[in-house]
T-cell receptor, first 114, second 113 residues
Framework: GENVEQHPSTLSVQEGDSAVIKCTYS??????FPWYKQELGKRPQLIID?????GEKKDQRIAVTLNKTAKHFSLHITETQPEDSAVYFC?????????????FGGGTRVLVKP | DTEVTQTPKHLVMGMTNKKSLKCEQH?????MYWYKQKAKKPPELMFV???????INESVPSRFSPECPNSSLLNLHLHALQPEDSALYLC????????????FGQGTRLTVV
């Protein structure tokens, strides 16, 4: 089955700096890669996703890049703000009619210092 | 309405109890999911229902029994659980394979005593 590795496990940045989180996946058939943000005690919320036919996607301060050959994808957050502090999970899945089976990475705890 | 609603928010049950977790969505999504999340760990998939039929069971012990009465509701029936089953149980839904975004509920925090 799919295995997703995520690094680093913790990341501390100064407000205004950039944060980068990297993930690798094992199943070359995976074709959908979402990123979720989970604040303490709250539900995971999708912040950005990318499909395997796209190399890069950007939404305001957040961007995701995908390298299918190397089987890795990354989340970039620019101009970090204290409200960006949370746990971030990457995930990989194969889009199927049977449903979207997400395999999550281990998570990155991001702390943005004011 | 872009919400997935789970009840109860918290549940404490004994190892001999039978209880049920409930999940509801009114977004017209046809895929619904149960995930289990232990503290400081990622969510782990348990079950997937697609068009009210069980499509994926991730080798979950039979003490967890899912049910999808209709396209808006998903239940998880619990019986004879162990203390190690204590976790946050998350329900999620997605439209279909063309629209893959999964919306998560707030979860039920389960404690087995």
């Amino acid at each position: 089955g799919e295995n997703v590795e995520q690094h680093p496990s913790t990341l501390s940045v100064q407000e205004g700096d950039s944060a980068v989180i990297k993930c690798t996946y094992s199943d070359s058939a995976s074709n959908y890669f979402p990123w979720y943000k989970q604040e303490l005690g709250k539900r995971p919320q999708l912040i950005i996703d990318i499909r395997s036919n796209v190399g890069e996607k950007k939404d305001q301060r957040i961007a995701v890049t995908l390298n299918k050959t190397a089987k890795h994808f990354s989340l970039h957050i620019t101009e970090t703000q204290p409200e960006d502090s949370a746990v971030y999970f990457c995930a990989a899945s194969i889009i199927k009619a049977a449903g979207n089976k997400l395999t999550f990475g281990g998570g990155t705890r991001v702390l943005v210092k004011p | 309405d872009t919400e997935v609603t789970q009840t109860p928010k918290h549940l404490v049950m004994g190892m001999t109890n039978k209880k049920s977790l409930k999940c509801e969505q009114h977004m017209g999504h046809r895929a619904m999911y149960w995930y289990k999340q232990k503290a400081k760990k990622p969510p782990e998939l348990m079950f997937v229902y697609s068009y009210e039929k069980l499509s994926i069971n991730e080798s979950v012990p039979s003490r967890f029994s899912p049910e999808c009465p209709n396209s808006s509701l998903l239940n998880l029936h619990l019986h004879a659980l162990q203390p190690e089953d204590s976790a946050l149980y998350l329900c999620a839904s997605s439209q279909d394979r063309a629209n893959t975004e999964a919306f998560f509920g707030q979860g039920t925090r389960l404690t087995v005593v």
